[in-house]
């Protein structure tokens, strides 16, 4: 089957179509700047990027673009859109709903649209997606694949806050947790690779891109992860401050003469790495300058690092010990640094970094970082949520 995968983001439109037998990427791209000017990246397979300024005020004609580039006659890799199986939608939140992938219908576009208080940014511009896709398509079964739901076997005791209980109980007002499709990926992979069932393995998984979490995955389920209500919550990231005492946002709204939503921006957008360095938000930038002596830089990359393994060290208490840990997406698969750094908390554990392996740059192929005779493996396995989000889109269809 050819299952075409959006993942729509409050202005960007990422998608990707896949053929589900071979599991090859058939085409993929980027809309960006969708409601401000647009601009569509379309590769095809083994072929090159092609880049085109259209006019994109709605995630409406992101989708129209990225179809007419999917059949266009000369790169086209689709005669028709008849070829189109199914779409897999990603959708952020999935609020207490759903536990797992969904083929979308009214009723669960209506418990989307519920969970939007909770996702302002995210929620409604997946909505948009699956509302673009089905005007031109109309016959073709979409399928909802949410962030939230590998979280939902978190236990009682990891989800909730330690707030009064009547929040949770009339406003779902909980931790959530998101990445969800990454972490369930990369976590079987490294059941498979340490030759252990999957439901019978624990395993941490740090999710350093971007965005950034971790997840505690015992026995096949997520017992804990860093993100919460939203995605603000849990490690230092890019640009968003991860975990904080409520009252600093009261102080920079008191001295600054902040609103609230002004506060939670800066927590969000310009915070993190970004903001503690003043360099960047990128990696390859914060280590570059951290190795040209930039002492705001270093101090970033530390307290990053240092918050990674205090997460890690939290959640192997958590599952009462861990057969394998793992690092994923742009900074995990990347950043040898940050891997080096965080493996050192874990000496007094009998964890052995293998030098070579970890300095060496392994792309899209999964490596040990760890020596044979390391107490605890740890793994880079790259991540792939437009496969996974492919797949879990066939076997929803296969039980529909
Ligand atoms: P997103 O959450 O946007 O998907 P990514 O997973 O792409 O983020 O991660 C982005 C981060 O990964 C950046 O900080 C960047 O420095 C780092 N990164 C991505 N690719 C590379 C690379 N080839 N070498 C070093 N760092 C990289």
Redesign the pocket.
């Known amino acids: 089957m050819d299952i075409l995968v959006i993942n729509c983001g409050s202005s960007s439109l990422k998608y990707q179509v896949l053929n589900s037998d071979t599991e090859e990427v058939l085409a993929k791209g980027i809309c960006e700047r969708i409601g401000i000017s647009g601009v569509l990246k379309y590769t095809p397979k083994g072929g090159e990027t092609e880049v085109s300024e259209l006019d994109m005020p709605t995630h409406t004609e992101a989708v129209k673009y990225v179809l007419d580039a999917l059949t266009n006659e000369k790169t086209g890799v689709l005669k028709s859109l008849d070829q189109i199986d199914a779409v897999g939608h990603r959708i952020v939140h999935g609020g207490e709903h759903f536990s797992e992938a969904t083929l979308i219908t009214e009723d669960v576009i209506k418990a989307v649209e519920d969970c939007n208080d909770l996702a302002p940014l995210h929620n409604p511009a997946n909505i948009i997606g699956i509302r673009a896709c089905q005007a031109v398509m109309p016959n073709v079964p979409m399928v909802g694949i949410f962030d939230t739901a590998f979280h939902a076997t978190m236990p009682k005791k990891a989800f909730l806050y330690g707030i009064p209980y009547e929040y949770y109980e009339k406003d779902k007002l909980r931790r959530y947790g998101f990445h969800g499709t990454s972490h369930s990926f990369v976590s079987k992979r490294a059941a498979e690779l340490i030759g252990k069932p999957y439901d019978q393995c624990k395993t941490v998984v740090c999710h350093l ?3 950034a979490s971790i997840c505690a995955v015992e026995n096949g389920k997520s017992i804990d992860t860093s993100m919460g209500l939203s995605p603000l919550e849990g490690l230092i990231m ?1 640009t968003r401050s991860g975990d904080i005492d409520p009252s600093v946002i009261q102080y920079i709204a008191n001295h600054y003469n902040k609103t609230l939503d002004e506060v939670v921006e800066i927590l969000n957008k310009k915070s993190g790495v970004d903001g503690l360095s003043g360099v960047s ?4 930038d914060i280590t570059k300058e951290m190795e040209e002596g930039n002492e705001r830089a270093k101090a970033a990359m530390d307290a990053y690092c240092y918050r990674v393994a205090k997460y890690v060290g939290s959640y192997i208490t958590a599952m009462h010990g861990v057969d394998v840990v793992v690092f994923t ?3 995990g698969e ?2 040898s640094y940050v891997r080096r750094y965080v493996m050192e908390y874990f000496d007094f554990m009998g964890v052995k970094e293998d030098k070579e392996a970890n300095s060496v740059m392994h792309i899209g192929e999964d490596t040990k970082m760890t020596t044979d005779d390391s107490k605890i493996p740890f793994y880079v396995i790259p991540t792939d949520e437009e496969l996974s989000i492919c797949r879990q889109t066939v076997e929803v269809l296969k039980n529909a």
């Open positions: 891109g971007n965005g890019g938000s990128d990696f390859r997406a742009g900074i990347n950043n």
